[in-house]
Nanobody
Framework: QVQLVESGGGLVQAGGSLRLSCAAS????????MGWYRRAPGKQRELVAT???????GYTDSVKGRFTIPRDNAEGTVYLQMSSLKPEDTAVYYC?????????WGQGTQVTVSS
């Protein structure tokens, strides 16, 4: 079973930047489409960024131009580079496959953006 472990969250002021990391164990990472999801307090989980095996990326409208999702296949890691953070970006961030797999949810990493 592939395990996904997120890290890199924290408290940051509005306008600041953070980089989240997601390390995947197991084989075949480079062939998988990966995504970053987030769940804000009182809201449903949403998919914010994706990257497929060819490196094609996609973003939800609210983060376009501010977030990027690079991946390092040699390291089995996908990142979420976040800049110009806003208080509404406050959430627990998770990585998972696209489409997500129920048994692949990790503990997530908390991102809190203060105004």
């Amino acid at each position: 079973q592939v395990q996904l472990v997120e890290s890199g969250g924290g408290l940051v002021q509005a306008g600041g930047s953070l980089r989240l990391s997601c390390a995947a164990s197991g084989n075949g990472f480079s062939r998988k489409s990966m995504g970053w999801y987030r769940r804000a307090p009182g809201k449903q989980r949403e998919l914010v960024a994706t990257i497929n095996s060819l490196g094609t990326t996609g973003y939800t409208d609210s983060v376009k131009g501010r977030f990027t999702i690079p991946r390092d296949n040699a390291e089995g890691t996908v990142y979420l580079q976040m800049s110009s953070l806003k208080p509404e970006d406050t959430a627990v961030y998770y990585c998972n496959y696209v489409p997500w797999r129920e048994d692949s949810w990790g503990q997530g990493t908390q991102v809190t953006v203060s105004s």
